[in-house]
């Protein structure tokens, strides 16, 4: 059973940075696709930045291209979100996740897709 824990959230004003962290049990992200989601109030789970294990390929939603970074750490089994240039509607839960599977591309970034996610944390981006 692989659990996911996050860190790193918290207040930020706007233009600020924060870097999340995801760490795993076991080896969650040696495979696979795995990413990170946000789900604002009243909004639906959205994909923020999705890293697939073959390849190195990372993609990123519209909205946080060039702001945000995805990386991950096989040593650490870790998966990290740098955010800079925060902005108000950054502000949300954000959730990090991952399957073994390898996601084509049109599938990777639906969140019922992916098997394993930590609780969530609170970003929140004052302006």
């Known amino acids: 059973q692989v659990q996911l824990e996050e860190s790193g959230g918290g207040l930020v004003q706007a233009g600020g940075s924060l870097r999340l962290s995801c760490e795993a049990s076991?080896?969650?992200?040696?495979?696979?696709?795995m990413g990170w989601f946000r789900q604002a109030p009243g909004k639906e789970r959205e994909y923020v930045a999705l890293?697939?294990?073959?390849?190195?390929?990372?993609y990123y939603t519209d909205s946080v291209k060039g702001r945000f970074t995805i990386s991950r750490d096989n040593t650490k089994n870790a998966l990290y979100l740098q955010m800079n240039s925060l902005k108000a509607e950054d502000t949300a839960v954000y959730y990090c996740a991952t399957t073994t599977r390898r996601l084509i591309i049109t599938a990777m970034g639906s969140a019922s897709e992916y098997d394993y996610w930590g609780q969530g944390i609170q970003v929140t981006v004052s302006s």
């Open positions: 076991g080896r969650a992200f040696s495979s696979g696709t």
């Open positions: 890293f697939r294990s073959s390849g190195g390929n990372t």
